[in-house]
């Protein structure tokens, strides 16, 4: 049974048609711990595998991304999911011996609810606090493989996520408790989940002027594609007004053109660079400097940032520091205005760092991940952070070019056919 709760909670991320069944991972997990004693083994299996099934598309992306010797590239990736492991056990163990110190159903029934509760928000929000920033890991939030009902979303957008996944968890455990109608009230809420609510929309009319350019360019000497690709956008959006490239798609600054444009790509220095986002006009260049980056990946927390462990991570790149600038509001013209963030700033702060007035321009690296689950639940973090933040966020990527609005609808941007 333990078995099969880890599973549940695993596999609706994977496979997108199977989001129903993150419902059953609770009252499972629960009827597990009420009926007989967890063991230390069956708990450690269970942390195990949802630890290793959440953490290997990350493990795999880390792995390719730093460029040390070969077991120096699984190190992050190996770090992350017995990090993971170790709280999941911890928090497992506890939570059997607080159930087990009462016999009455109702009274364990509580008792379960706040310590799942507890554990969904440690994980989304404070899990790597080792590395020296509030940041949790949003890829194993239950509401993500949910956002497909409608139900949820309301929810989402009028309460917040952590009282929705409040109701998630106490909702969910009902079916374990050892009573004749339980099935009768969780089988009120699965069809509430599966019922079309009505939701509003919002899609500016400036949307069907940005375009989507999901190319990497290799050298200085291959810029002249982006001129082509500009040509061809032009031609399928005769009101194109602004072209965005996603993350890291040029090894440094591209030269202006005679439309608006915003690259990701960076800006060296001597011994360090930084994961730059340029807005290139025709008279102007300016820039934005990532605040938070990816730790192993992009840079070393402090905890481990020893000039050894660096010279091994950073043997043939150089490392990026997080930046001190501060998050503008980029005005590109009368009818756009937007606020930049880069890939994992969006995904791993709780709360925005800068002022929601304008829609969020999200500019990630989706190239990194080899599994295509990952890049798709990369979609559903914008989408979520544009209902929980009340604020629309146009997601750009190789994979996908979207916009969200606050209602959390969500409207193709026109991505170059080349």
Known sequence: MILISAVLYTLPFYIQSLWWLILFFPPLLFYSIRTKSLTVLSALLWASIISTAHFIPVADALYHMTVGPFYMRLIPGIVLILLCSLYSLTWLLTSNRLVHQTNNPFIQYLIWIGALWIFLLFVDQYLFFMWGRVEGNLFMNPLLPLLQSPLIKLLVKWIGINPSLFIFVTISSTFALPFKRKMLFFSAFFLLLLFPFPSETNKPEWISTVGHLPIQIPSESSYSIIQYRITQLKQQLPDLALIILPESSTGSC????????????????????????????ESTITKFHKRYPVPFAEYLPPILSYEWISNLMFKTTMPIPPSTNSRPQWIINQNITLTPYICSELFGHHTPDASLDNPILAVCNDLWFTMPHFKRLMVYAAQLRALQWHCPVLYISYAYGQFFDQFGNTHAITTSLG
């Open 254 to 281: 591209p030269p202006p053109t005679n439309i608006s444009m915003i690259v990701g790509s960076f800006e060296n220095h001597d011994s360090y660079r930084f994961n730059t986002l340029y807005w290139l006009s």
